[in-house]
Each structure stands twice: as C-alpha cells, then as structure tokens.
C-alpha cells in the first residue's frame, strides 16, 4: 500500500492546477525571414499577420478545452515572456477570455527566448548553427549567449517560484475553481520546461522537435496528483514532438500516479547506468560460480 503523500499531507488545503499548458508564440517576422535578426533586436520581433490569426485561433482552441470541464467555475492564470511576439500571442490568446474568467498575468523573464547573441549576421549564423550540431544542441552556448542548458538553469528557478507561489495561494484562493495555468513562451523554453519537469536526459531533449507557432502542450493533473501529457494528447501527436515509445509510456504511467511516486519502470532512471550490474546478491554469487541460478 502506497504511504499518504508528505506533502499533501503537510499541506492539506494545497490546490493544485488542473492544467498547465506551455504555448509557442505566433509566427514572427523572424520565423518568416531569419534576416530580421540583423536589423532587429531579438526580444522586438514582431508578429506577422498569420501569427496574430494563429494566436486568436489558439485562444479559442484552449478556451474550448476549458470550459467543456464538468466544473464550470474555472479560472486562468497567465505568465508570459517579456519578447513582442510573446506578449502580442497572449494579448490575442486572451480575446477568447472574459476578465472575470482571468485571475491574473505576470510577465515572467525567465522563460524568455534563448539569447543567440544580440544582433545576428546570417553569414556567421549558418556557420554557429554547424557547430551546434557537431557540438551538441544542449551544451552549445552561442557566442555572447546562451545554451540550452543555460535556458534550463533559469526554467528550473521559475519552476521554484511557480511552485511557491501556488503554495502561498498567489495564482488560486478559491479552491472551487479549476485553475489552469497558461504559460506563453517560445519552442525552446517549452521543451526545456518538459524536460525539466518530467526528468528526461540530455539525450531525450535533443530528440524532441519544435513546436509550431501557437501550438501548445498541455500537463494535465490525474487522479492521484501527477501530471500528464498523455490525458489530452494522443501517442501519435507525442510520437510526433519527438517522444519514444518509453516517454510515452512514461505518461501514460503518469495518468494514475500518486504524487511523488517513482516509476522503477523508466530505463533511464536505472537501466541506462546500471544495465550490468546483477538484479541480485544471488544472481552475482551464481554468475561468479558459473550456475545458471536454475534446478537441473
């Protein structure tokens, strides 16, 4: 029998979000042209007329989701990058929402963009980007910027805000309420913001892809107080982000858990450091005196 959770214990009135949705911005000038980099600060690129349509569209995607919920007393929470894109993606988002609907919205900067390094020359890009891939797409930090594993240090401090702040009721003071947080940010950061959250490798992050402009990944919570991808999206849409078969079953597991539980499952947890080392004392004692460990 599983031991009542400490935590929830400790906390006994702790609400957790029944969702946390991570969304890409909308297209920006420099999706459709990467020469915008070269005359435009990064954090002042500005949406293109296809992404502010992407975004209302998402708006109203995350709003149907919500609100066929049994409980009809929901509420959202937003936080958002301080680039343009992201700010000008949350101010459409937010048209499919009445105010009384919205507890609040905090700019956050630590789910900014990664920093490629203040203005961008092409030329030297192409370049750089080779040697990301030769490098490694996590631990290569771009000259006067930052890596992936940097972008991962500052999501792990938000994350700790974030869980401070549900703990001190700062995002849900009414525990009737559904709370679903709405994180706007950009294709890196979610990924590294999943990545972080659920414990995958270095190796697993550099297999997942981009999410597309305004696409979204939603976390939602289980029964037992875990979250996971795999309530709303289906393993051909994870597949697709880049998942493996273990990742996927790995959410799955997710749906049920307790919080705080620890799938022994997972090979990366163990298996991927410790695949030659013997189950047992009695299966090492057999290997060392030759025995097969079976009756003959």
């Known amino acids: 029998m599983t031991e009542p959770n400490q935590e929830a214990m400790h906390h006994p ?5 029944k969702r946390i949705i991570l969304v890409r911005h909308g297209e920006s000038q420099g999706n459709l042209d990467t020469a915008a980099y070269t005359t435009t600060p990064d954090n002042k690129i500005q949406l293109t007329p296809s992404g502010l349509a992407q975004a209302r569209q998402a708006g109203n995607h995350l709003y149907n989701i919500i609100s066929n919920d049994e409980n009809k007393n929901w509420r959202v929470y937003f936080y958002v990058s301080p680039y343009d894109r992201t700010r000008s993606t949350l101010r459409e988002i937010g048209r499919s929402f009445k105010k009384e609907r919205i507890i609040g919205v905090r700019e956050e900067c630590r789910v900014r963009e990664q920093d490629f390094g203040n203005f961008q020359v092409k030329e030297r890009m192409k370049v750089v980007k080779e040697s990301r891939e030769r490098f490694g797409r996590f631990f290569y930090r771009f ?13 792990s401090g938000f994350l700790e805000s974030l869980w401070r702040d549900i703990d001190m009721k700062r995002v849900h003071r009414d ?4 709370l679903n947080l709405i994180i706007v940010s950009h294709g890196l950061t979610c990924r590294v913001f999943l990545m972080k959250w659920f414990k995958w490798t270095v190796e697993q992050f550099e297999h997942l892809n981009n999410p597309g402009n305004c696409e979204y990944r939603i976390m939602q919570l289980g029964p037992g107080g875990e979250y996971s991808l795999a309530i709303h999206h289906t393993d051909e849409e994870m597949l697709e982000w880049g998942l493996s078969p273990e990742m996927i079953d790995d959410q799955k597991w997710r749906m049920h858990a307790n919080k705080g539980d620890w799938n022994e499952k997972c090979p990366w947890y163990l298996d991927e450091f410790f695949d030659h080392v013997a189950d047992s004392d009695r ?10 460990g079976t009756c003959d």
Request: proline share 9%.
């Open 283 to 292: 299966e090492s004692d057999d290997k060392e005196n030759g025995s097969s």
């Open 143 to 155: 000259p006067e910027g930052e890596s992936a594993a940097d972008v991962f240090d500052r999501v």
């Open 175 to 178: 525990p009737s309420h559904d």
């Open 13 to 17: 009135h702790h609400h957790l979000p």
